[in-house]
């Protein structure tokens, strides 16, 4: 079965300083991984997704990925995040079979500070 | 252009009583996913419709839920005898395209409030 273990439940920065969420995944086929952004009172929108071929990823709003397919890594990555970025990010691997769902890890809170 | 819109936003109902969560996807979208957000769980699959096919229900979490899409759009997630763990956000998404990586759209959600 796959699973997805974000490791931080809460992450607290300061505004333009750099922050990495960190995401392992477990599974025993090939996976697509996502991250997806819910802020306040909203549905979840899409940062970005690895497919195939490059392992660095980049997203909206400024955002990096790297699938690391030796670690069953996907950590999420900004270097210079603003208050806005304040929200919750979810990484989520593509579930067996053909179907698209969407297997979620815990979510890690972003606290951007001033 | 309209994205994923569900309704109602926010409902409260008693134990025992059933309630219809109902999600309007993206126009032309054929395939759809309900998702239940709750702070035990977390986020988690509970059902999905890809056109005509037989929707895979491998997540429904008892036989109190059931969902249906009709005309291929609109679809309705109903929990009969409410229970006080049922309360949590249930999301709708969907998706165009065939493939399954295609990027799925979400609505803002339906906060079922069991008392």
């Known amino acids: 079965a796959q699973s997805v273990t974000q490791l931080d439940s809460q992450v607290p920065v300061f505004e333009e300083a750099p922050v990495e969420l960190r995401c392992n995944y477990s599974?025993?086929?090939?996976?697509?991984l996502f991250w997806y952004v819910q802020y306040p009172n909203q549905g979840l929108q899409l940062l970005l997704k690895y497919l195939s071929g490059s392992t660095l990823v980049k997203g909206i709003n400024g955002f990096e990925a790297e699938f690391n397919k030796s670690q069953t890594s996907f950590h999420l990555r900004k270097p210079s995040v603003h208050i806005s970025d304040t929200a919750e990010y979810f990484c989520a691997v593509s579930g067996p079979g053909n179907t698209g769902k969407l297997i979620f890890g815990q979510g890690t809170t972003l606290q951007v500070k001033p | 252009g309209a994205g994923v819109s569900q309704s109602p936003s926010n409902k409260v109902t008693e134990k025992g009583k059933d309630v219809e969560l109902r999600c309007d996807p993206i126009s032309g979208h054929t395939a759809l996913y309900w998702y239940r957000q709750s702070l035990g769980q977390g986020l988690e699959f509970l059902i999905y419709f890809q056109g005509n096919s037989a929707p895979d229900k491998s997540g429904l979490p008892s036989d109190r839920f059931s969902a249906e899409r009709t005309g291929g759009s609109v679809s309705t997630l109903t929990i009969q005898r409410t229970q006080q763990e049922d309360s949590a956000v249930y999301l709708c998404?969907?998706?165009?395209?065939?493939?399954?990586?295609?990027?799925?759209?979400f609505g803002p959600g339906t906060r079922l409030t069991v008392l």
């Open positions: 998404a969907s998706r165009s395209g065939t493939l399954p990586t295609d990027t799925q759209y």
């Open positions: 599974s025993s086929v090939s996976v697509y």
